[in-house]
């Protein structure tokens, strides 16, 4: 018989060993890119050997992978605390809007992978796949599924209409914080917001 008191601390202790090396490598690629990190600086930055890094990550692909699927988590439970969306797309859609772009805005940290992703996306494009699949591809398929899910709203294609949203969203965060434009064009979030939510909604007039 498994004395499962026993084994509870060794698996308590490997969930903080994994996340102290996912924050110690996000710590190294932000400073020296995708290329410029090795598992040596990721295993010293996360204070623990490099043994210990590669008996829970293959190589550096797979634990940038391993960052970006947690970063996707993270989104997914800020913007998507209740699945699956139900409500008045008045309401709902403006809920979802508003607490997904207020991430963006405030997450520098993200918005800081967000430059190192850009940046070695044509060496390693497997990296870029990989947000792509992890983030992207789950919030259209979700807030597409309630679009069409709605036909009040008289959209006619709720794939590219949730592209639209987000590439407005992608757009404003990195015009107004990645490229300092608050300096020089700023806008209040709740603008875009507005905005988004007038185009959603102007099919139901």
């Known amino acids: 018989m498994i004395d499962t008191k026993a084994s509870e601390p060794e698996r308590e202790s490997t969930v903080e060993k994994v996340e102290k090396i996912l924050q110690g490598a996000m710590q190294e ?6 290329a410029g990190t090795s598992m040596d600086r990721v ?6 050997s490099k043994a210990t890094v590669y008996s829970h990550f293959k190589d550096k692909e797979g634990l940038f992978k391993a960052l970006i699927h947690q970063l996707a988590t993270e989104k997914f439970q800020n913007t998507f605390a209740t699945l699956p969306l ?7 859609l403006r809920i979802v809007i508003t607490k997904a ?4 805005m405030s997450d520098t940290e993200h918005q800081a992978f967000v430059r190192v992703l850009i940046a070695e996306s044509g060496r390693f494009p497997e990296l870029a796949k ?8 789950p919030t259209i398929e979700i807030v597409g599924e309630y ?3 709605h036909p009040e709203l008289n959209i006619p294609d709720a794939e590219a209409t949730v592209r639209v949203v987000i590439g407005s969203m992608v757009h404003f965060m990195m015009t107004q914080e990645m490229l300092y434009g608050k300096e020089i064009i700023p806008m ?7 905005c988004l939510m007038h185009n959603l909604l102007q099919g139901m007039d």
């Open 43 to 48: 295993a010293s930055q996360a204070g623990v």
């Open 188 to 194: 209040e979030s709740d603008r875009m917001v507005d």
């Open 29 to 34: 690629f932000l400073v020296h890119g995708y």
């Open 86 to 92: 139900e409500g008045e797309p008045a309401v709902v």
């Open 147 to 149: 679009l069409e899910k």
């Open 101 to 104: 772009l207020n991430k963006m």
């Open 130 to 137: 990989a947000w792509i699949q992890d983030i992207m591809t």
